[in-house]
């Protein structure tokens, strides 16, 4: 009777008392069960509910400090670290009558685009196990696909969500940065990292983003406009100027094209304009992403020292290693001017652009991967492939806009979820919101989730 | 931008600054890999910059400070400060000697 069900619907039926806050999390721990070992979805489940509250359950990614609760970040650094702090997104949706159902697999420190970097092995795709859900927050794109939760929480640093949203067949939202606060996020590039909801259903991602938006004042870098109230406003029939740019059908693959080409059409049919516009080539953006996040990343994990917390610097993968010392080399003296900064300023670039382009357009709408689901063990084969993978999520994330994936078809030989993606301006996350729900009300995304969860009966 | 060839001391030493300890076999991956990726960074070079400002914010926020006399209630009491560590000696951490006398 619960499979499937959306967490508002989940929420409606708890308070109607059709259904009790126990029997649903019961659910999803029968779940969890049945199906975490195959799919390695989750790191820690957490048994600690008390029958007394009345709540819902989500999937958090292990990225964020949950008091009391074990965070790795899926290293073997912090394989044993237990926050004694809770982070601010967490700390809303407990007081908003969430339960942690769990904490999900990811990427080792979000670093990859696959989960493969994770020392917990790699989450496996529900729709074909021997791909890969995608990355970082492949564990929670995968609990969502396979209803071992009703929702999940992810984080972007550039394509973390939305890439493993495409690749798992669910929603993901990634918000504008700074709409959504980092306290107690794991820092991975503090200019880069937001924090967003990964569901079923539009209304789902509307209803948690609600929850979590808002300034915090722990968090410095969180806007202080107000937070509409998002899933009152999907039910506006808004109309859009919507762009289209052939920058980014560079090297996409054909049947990902097809989905992109037909929802056009819907959308003109439901009474939107299309418009094309030119933006830069997304491969800069790839450069500049991986200058900042690398000098990021050697800043952010030069506290990982063994003796406050954790493990000491050996118990780093190879792939942070890697990571830490390209940040360390682009800047160090003599190169910084030639790397670091430079980057910075293609960042103005890349920023001015998008604000030209929505000038002339309400949101932009592309692919999200060039590609569906990969292999596992692809991409290990290639030192730069991650990049690649999340090629038209990166022009976005660096110049911090917001932008929902949603799934649109499958690929016709492997039945695989394909993602598009809508791009909007700083802080309009209402409006990539409405359009998604328009988009959701008329085409159900073509029917992948729902044949997603046929493969995961209870 | 100066094409970078590196050699296994550049990378050896970027370790060292880095704190980090690498197998000999990461030593020789880590220099083709890094190298690799620096050679395809270079394309932004056919960007012209000269009169663009670097970013410092993409989301246009100014000045954000505390109010005066705000409390700082992310401060932990003792018994959390500690409860990750091993390294602890009454209410200190113990860490490896940095100085000879």
């Given at each position: 009777m619960l499979l499937g069900k959306s967490l508002t619907e989940i929420l409606a039926l708890i308070k109607n008392k059709k259904i009790s806050s126990k029997e649903v999390i019961d659910y999803f721990l029968r779940r969890i069960e049945k199906y975490n070992p195959k799919?390695?979805?989750?790191?820690t489940v957490n048994r600690s509910w008390k029958p007394d509250k009345i709540e819902v359950p989500i999937a958090v990614k292990d990225n964020f400090c949950t008091c009391g609760i074990r965070t790795t970040a899926s290293s073997k650094v912090l394989e044993n670290f237990i926050p004694p702090y809770e982070s601010t997104v967490t700390k809303r949706l407990i007081e908003s009558s969430f339960f942690i159902l769990g904490k999900t697999n990811m990427d080792a420190w979000a670093h990859g685009s696959s989960t493969e970097t994770s020392d917990f092995g790699p989450t496996k795709n529900p729709w074909d196990l021997s791909r890969c859900s995608g990355g970082s927050s492949g564990g929670s794109a995968a609990a969502v696909s396979s209803y071992l939760a009703p929702a999940a929480i992810g984080s972007e640093t550039a394509g973390s969500i939305r890439q493993p949203a495409s690749w798992s067949g669910v929603i993901g939202l990634k918000p504008t940065y700074g709409r959504v606060s980092r306290y107690g996020l794991i820092a991975m590039a503090s200019s880069l990292d937001c924090p967003g909801p990964m569901t079923l259903t539009t209304e789902d991602a509307a209803f948690i983003l609600k929850i979590i938006a808002g300034k915090d004042k722990f968090d410095a870098t969180t806007t202080t406009n107000e937070v509409p109230d998002y899933l009152a406003s999907l039910k506006k029939k808004k109309k859009f100027i919507i762009g289209v740019t052939d920058e980014y059908l560079n090297g996409v693959d054909e049947e990902i094209k097809e989905a992109f080409y037909q929802l056009m059409k819907i959308l003109e049919k439901l009474g939107h304009k299309i418009k094309k516009i030119r933006l830069l080539p997304p491969k800069y953006s790839i450069s500049v992403y991986t200058i900042i996040q690398r000098a990021e990343v050697s800043s952010n994990l030069a506290r990982y020292d063994g003796i406050r917390y954790g493990n000491d610097r050996t118990f780093f993968g190879s792939e942070a290693k890697k990571r830490i010392m390209l940040g360390t080399f682009v800047l160090s003296y003599g190169y910084y001017n030639d790397y670091y900064k430079k980057a910075q300023k293609v960042r103005t670039l890349i920023i001015e652009d998008f604000k030209k382009a929505f000038h002339e357009v309400d949101m932009i709408l592309a692919p999200t991967t060039p590609i569906a689901a990969l292999k596992l063990g692809?991409?290990?084969?290639?030192?730069f492939f991650g990049e690649l993978m999340d090629v038209l999520a990166e022009p976005g994330a660096i110049a911090g806009v917001c932008a929902i994936s949603f799934p649109f078809g499958l690929t016709k030989k492997e039945n695989l979820p394909i993602g598009l993606q809508l791009m909007g301006r700083w802080f309009e996350e209402e409006n990539i919101l409405n359009l998604t729900y328009q988009i959701e009300k008329e085409t159900d995304f073509l029917g992948v989730i729902k044949k997603g969860l046929k493969n995961y009966p209870d | 931008m100066k094409k970078k060839a590196l050699s296994k001391n550049d990378v050896l030493y970027l370790a060292k600054l880095a704190g980090l300890t690498l197998a000999d076999n990461e030593v020789e991956r880590f220099k083709s890999q890094l190298e690799e990726t620096i050679s395809y960074i270079e394309?932004?070079?056919?960007?012209?910059?000269?009169?663009v400002l670097p970013t410092s914010h993409a989301t246009f926020l100014k000045n954000v400070f505390f109010d005066d006399d705000e409390k700082n209630e992310r401060s932990l009491d003792l018994e959390e400060v500690f409860?990750?560590?091993?390294?602890?000696?009454e209410n200190c951490f113990k860490i490896k000697k940095i100085f000879d006398e």
């Open positions: 799919l390695n979805v989750y790191l692809e991409f290990e084969k290639y030192p | 394309n932004l070079n056919e960007l012209a910059t000269d009169n409860q990750n560590t091993q390294n602890k000696e």
